[in-house]
């Protein structure tokens, strides 16, 4: 989707859970939102993380509307940014889709956002949190992405889950391609992002280590979120948004907070400066 006014929609997906996609997919949007930007993020998996986080238990008005029809809401957490919460039965959705011999299965999204055009470019951004699978659902939101985010952690299963994810990506882009037209007709392009690399005193550990190696030598890694307990808790049960919590001078006493706010700030703008170079081209 590249016409004028339409938000650029990103997409966090690699198919390992418990990678941190649904953390970067809250810190990006708070960032932006911060920065003034409208921000609209999409829970599309259906263990509902994302939307627990605001305490959102809604079973009405949910993203699987978005596949079986009916309302969709996107609601107001935080200043600039909406959410529209997941639901669980979106788990099945696939398999109806696929029994009911659903047409153009994977622009079930772009259907929906062309009908919902007014309500969609009131966002500055879209941000899609997926589940860790590369399933129709999730090939809906990459299909109209700019970029796929992969967020990558220091453990086995997710650095494996790197080429997955990018096999999935291209066998999406074969399927979809326009022969009459011979264009493409998704251009996600996947983006890396590291989380949750670790120090023990001044020393990296060995899979931390691991991965700050691969990111030198794959060009798709913007750069990496460290390790930090305070990050954690914001994503949970805490409600304060780490970015509020990074102001307050309190924490902001302790030299490994001011480090940490550095970081983060800087793999934020590398992401800034990769999305819209992508935009571009
Ligand atoms: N930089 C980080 N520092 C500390 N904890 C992190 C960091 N990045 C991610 N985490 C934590 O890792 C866990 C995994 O995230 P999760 O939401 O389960 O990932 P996913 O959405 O990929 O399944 C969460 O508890 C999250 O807060
Ligand atoms: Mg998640």
């Known amino acids: 989707m590249e016409e004028q006014n339409f938000p650029t929609v990103l997409t966090a997906a690699l198919p390992a859970g418990g990678t941190g996609k649904t953390p970067f997919t809250k810190v990006y949007g708070q960032w932006k939102a911060r920065q003034g930007y409208k921000v609209g993020m999409m829970d599309f998996d259906h263990q509902c993380s994302l939307s627990e986080t605001y305490d959102i238990f809604k079973t009405e008005k949910t993203t699987l509307n978005i596949f079986k029809g009916g309302d969709v ?5 935080e200043d600039n940014l909406w959410l529209a919460p997941s639901h669980p039965n979106l788990q099945y959705e696939p398999a109806h889709l696929r029994a009911e011999g659903t047409q153009n299965i994977y622009f079930l999204l772009e259907d929906w956002i062309y009908e919902h055009e007014e309500e969609i470019k009131r966002f500055d951004y879209l941000l899609i949190d997926t589940h860790p ?15 796929q985010i992969g967020v990558v952690m220091p453990i086995e299963k997710s650095v ?27 251009t996600c392009e996947l983006v890396l992002i590291g989380t949750n690399i670790e120090k023990v ?14 990111m030198k030598e794959d060009e798709r890694f913007v750069g990496y979120i460290p390790h930090k307990e305070l990050f ?25 907070n001011v480090a940490f706010k550095k970081a983060l ?13 992508l935009q571009w081209h």
Do not use: C
């Open 73 to 77: 809401e996107f609601i107001p957490v």
């Open 133 to 147: 699978d590369t399933d129709i659902i999730t090939k809906n939101a990459l299909a109209i992405s700019t970029a």
């Open 160 to 186: 494996n889950a790197i080429p997955k994810a990018e096999a999935a990506l291209e066998k999406l882009k074969e399927d979809t391609y326009d022969k009459r037209h011979h264009e493409a007709r998704v």
């Open 201 to 214: 005193g001044k020393n990296y550990t060995k899979l931390s280590k691991q991965l700050l190696q691969l």
């Open 232 to 256: 954690a808790q914001s994503m949970s049960d805490e409600k304060v948004s780490i970015w509020t919590q990074l102001e307050d001078e309190k924490v902001l006493k302790d030299k490994s």
């Open 265 to 277: 700030e800087h793999a934020m703008i590398a992401m800034d400066n990769r999305i819209e170079e």
